[in-house]
């Protein structure tokens, strides 16, 4: 078993220190303190899935930027091992994605501070990511000869409250409280739950989801912090593979 562990991290700019309003200070400052808690050491990689690709795929080069929301400067690059990331490539059989990586894959890793690590970035298609897409994955990582910190970028759901992108949704309530609950067990019901957040809550990230659920299927999943500031759910958690 090559993934060692693995975390859940949301991606909203505004939880980055640059962006974070009043409104949502505390609640950026609880996440960030929460992702930068996560352990990276003792691991060849640390592997960030976004949900936001423009295709489904590994990234050439790991930098990017904030450009696509109008913001400029705070580019960042990340040491990307060629080799390791041409394995996953060649092993999960999806295409090299050039360019930025977006900022799904972006947010999360900035939040883990001066991380300093090795770091791949891969990403599944925002509209049409498909199960096979996620158990491939995880085969490809599986199959290879070194160890990996899977970082899976997802909200929850974007309907909580009046302020949120989708406005106020009841029924996002029920499923919004059950996915919190399986964050702190065991993540298998994300493989349901994960298409659940996205019809009723509005979620963008049911695919990072389902693969955090099938990756720790039968393990356990700690909580770390869970913050809803402007009515979208973003969950920071940790696991290890049974």
């Not at 909203?12 to 992702?35: D, F, G, K």
Request: charged fraction near 20%.
């Amino acid at each position: 078993m090559t993934v060692v562990r693995g975390a859940v991290v949301p991606h909203a700019p505004i939880l980055l220190p640059a962006l974070a309003s009043p409104e949502v200070a505390t609640s950026a400052q609880n996440v960030r303190r929460a992702v930068e808690s996560i352990d990276t050491g003792d691991v060849d990689a640390v592997v960030v899935v976004s949900p936001h690709g423009s295709r489904t795929g590994v990234y050439e080069k790991v930098a990017g930027s904030l450009g696509e929301f109008g913001i400029p400067g705070d580019e960042r690059w990340w040491f990307g091992p060629p080799d390791l990331a041409q394995e996953i490539t060649r092993a999960w059989a999806r295409p090299t994605l050039d360019g930025s990586i977006d900022h799904g894959a972006f947010v999360a890793l900035s939040l883990l501070g001066d991380f300093k690590g090795s770091v791949i970035a891969a990403a599944f298609a925002e509209d049409n990511a498909t199960n096979s897409d996620a158990i491939d994955l995880i085969e490809a990582l599986e199959g290879l000869d070194a160890r990996f910190l899977v970082i899976t970028s997802a909200h929850l759901s974007a309907s909580l409250s009046a302020r949120a992108p989708l406005t106020y949704r009841p029924e996002s309530e029920e499923i919004e409280t059950r996915a919190v609950e399986v964050l702190g067990a065991d993540p298998e019901p994300l493989t349901e739950l994960g298409s659940e957040l996205a019809t009723r809550g509005g979620s963008c990230s049911a695919s990072t989801l389902q693969l955090y659920g099938r990756l720790f299927s039968g393990s356990r999943s700690h909580l770390l912090a869970y913050e809803k500031p402007v009515g979208v759910g973003y969950p920071v958690a940790v696991a290890v593979p049974r």
